[in-house]
């Protein structure tokens, strides 16, 4: 029996939101970006309602903890943190881009037994990628290459050196032929978020990595949210920044 469990992602610019509650699933991806501040506890609500579930039947709360976009993932946060407050409940902080991955593989569904790698590489604008790859066995994802924030051309030249077989995220299509995937297959992994995010949360509460919730923080890649134009240059030469 899987966990009632609600889950939410707004790192990027599509919003998902999904509840589950034994063997039904309720789930809504949609328009995210600047407007996920407004929409997300709304669309909460909906779902709740939709699925007649209380906060008081929750199990634990599961947020997309990036990397991404620095207002959506401050978003995605504080109202997990609010609500798991509120109604004394576990936070599981998920990496945003694995939601991405698992997306993905839902869609190609890989043999039974073997293993499926997949690199992320998300648009985070100023020129630069949050990037990460991962390796899927028998359902259960691996970190190859933890999140990172680099520029164009150092994940090109990375995968000059080592040719990754699948890639996926928004950076294909911000970055075009400027980003250099060779003959590896390509996803856009923006299908079925919420689902995705769901299978990766009862997962992790199942793994028992539920936290306090003054614990779940995000993930920020960059040091600072507003930079002067210098030194936004300087970031665009200097290639990975973790």
């Not at 793994?207 to 040091?223: F, I, M, V």
Request: one cysteine or more.
């Amino acid at each position: 029996m899987s966990a009632t469990l609600l889950a939410f992602d707004t790192s990027t610019e599509r919003m998902a939101v999904a509840l589950q509650c034994g063997d039904a699933l309720f789930v809504w991806d949609g328009p995210g970006g600047a407007a996920a501040s407004g929409a997300l506890i709304p669309q909460i609500r909906r779902l709740m309602q939709q699925a007649g579930v209380g906060f008081g039947q929750l199990q634990a709360i599961a947020f997309g903890r990036g990397p991404g976009a620095f207002t959506g993932l401050r978003t995605a946060c504080a109202v997990a943190q609010g609500l798991a407050f509120g109604a004394s409940l576990p936070v599981l902080a998920l990496d945003s881009l694995l939601i991405v991955a698992e997306a993905v593989r839902a869609e190609v569904s890989p043999a039974p037994g073997g293993d499926f790698e997949l690199h992320v590489a998300m648009d985070a604008r100023m020129g630069e990628i949050y990037a990460g790859s991962y390796v899927c066995h028998d359902g259960r994802w691996a970190v190859r290459q933890i999140p990172a924030l680099v520029t164009l051309a150092a994940l090109n030249a990375a995968w000059v050196a080592l040719a990754p077989l699948a890639v996926a995220g928004s950076a294909l299509q911000a970055f075009g032929d400027g980003l250099h995937a060779g003959a590896a297959r390509r996803f856009a992994g923006d299908e079925a978020r919420a689902a995705a995010l769901m299978r990766l949360a009862q997962q992790a509460w199942a793994d028992g990595e539920g936290l306090d919730a003054a614990s779940a923080l995000p993930l920020y890649l960059r040091d600072k949210v507003a930079s002067t134009v210098a030194e936004r240059e300087r970031l665009r030469q200097g290639g990975v920044k973790a």
